[in-house]
């Protein structure tokens, strides 16, 4: 009788640890399963991104004309610059909202106070653009840009909203920084010389 009960014993260590077993490989597979589905949104996730990060990379725009539209030579005011540019390796269509501009510079001012040398710019976005058989100022006259397309547009240096610093100076430089969102920014640095005035090139 006690041999019986012995062999029960063992018996029942045997199926408790077959148990065990089951358990433990079913929740291996469990977690398996978790880990390849975390693992291959992951690379969904990674290969959208690139997609878009690749369109928007490729979208910069090319500017063909850069000069001076008007100067103001008491303040900004009616400080403007008129641009010419198109898009030549966007791959889709960009929102004009999603293009930037900066237009900025030392102040001009020496010396030690506070408020000097200090960095002026002005601002705003691409929602003036126009295709070049518009005014190049109208935010209702396009929503995006096409590839290939020659667009114009004016920037106003009072630009955002009349809080626009920079101010157009003879014999003074300054940087126009173009940006996408998400994407690549490009700088064109120019300069203003004594004989700057509507139509004056900043290209060279």
């Known amino acids: 009788m006690e041999g019986e009960l012995q062999h029960d014993r063992y018996a029942e260590f045997a199926l408790s640890a077959m148990v065990s ?8 597979a469990i977690i398996a399963g978790m880990a390849l589905m975390m693992i291959e949104q992951a690379f969904m996730e990674s290969r959208s991104q690139s997609i878009n990060q690749s369109e928007t990379l490729d979208a910069i725009p090319y500017v063909l004309t850069f000069e001076v539209d008007s100067l103001d030579t008491v303040d900004n005011t009616n400080d403007r610059l008129y641009l010419v540019f198109k898009f030549p390796f966007a791959s889709e269509s960009i929102e004009d909202s999603s293009v930037k501009w900066v237009v900025m510079g030392d102040d001009g001012k020496t010396g030690g106070a506070p408020t000097n040398n200090k960095l002026d710019y002005s601002s705003g976005d691409f929602e003036l653009a126009t295709t070049l058989t518009g005014s190049g100022s109208d935010q209702n006259a396009i929503d995006e840009f096409e590839q290939g397309t020659y667009y114009h547009i004016f920037l106003d240096m009072t ?29 064109i640095d120019f300069y203003l010389g004594n004989d700057a005035g509507p139509g004056y090139d900043l290209m060279g």
């Open 21 to 28: 077993m089951i358990m433990i490989i079913l929740f291996s």
């Open 159 to 187: 630009s955002p909203n009349g809080n626009g610093q920079y101010d157009l100076k003879l014999d003074y430089g300054g940087t126009l920084v173009l940006a996408i969102e998400d994407g690549r920014t490009a700088e």
